[in-house]
Nanobody
Framework: HVQLVESGGGSVQAGGSLRLSCSTS????????MGWYRQAPGKERQLVAK???????FWGASVEGRFTISRDNAANTVYLQLDRLTPDDTATYYC???????????????????WGQGTQVTVSS
């Protein structure tokens, strides 16, 4: 089955940087999108950014320009570089993998989404 293992969260002061990593295992022969969502206390989980197998990027929250998403298909890993952090970026960040397809666009692997356990990012002012 598919697993996601996150690392890289922590506590920083405003203006600082962090780099999150998420490695996946299982059904790595399938193409899929990978990305990051975040959830702050009392708020809904929101898309931060995701990237597909061909490295096309999609942004959710208004972080483009401060955050950078990338993936290494050979290493089955997606990264999120967080720069110029503000206290509003404080949240639990969840790695996500979904839209599993084979190279022809057909079904491959699980039908639903897979989530990591979450990693905390805390930004102090």
């Amino acid at each position: 089955h598919v697993q996601l293992v996150e690392s890289g969260g922590g506590s920083v002061q405003a203006g600082g940087s962090l780099r999150l990593s998420c490695s996946t295992s299982g059904y790595t022969h399938c193409r899929s999108e990978m990305g990051w969502y975040r959830q702050a206390p009392g708020k809904e989980r929101q898309l931060v950014a995701k990237v597909d197998h061909d490295h096309a990027r999609f942004w959710g929250a208004s972080v483009e320009g401060r955050f950078t998403i990338s993936r290494d298909n050979a290493a089955n890993t997606v990264y999120l570089q967080l720069d110029r952090l503000t206290p509003d970026d404080t949240a639990t960040y969840y790695c996500w993998r979904g839209h599993f397809r084979d190279k022809y666009g057909g079904t491959c692997g699980p039908r639903g989404d897979v989530w990591g356990q979450g990693t905390q990012v805390t930004v102090s002012s």
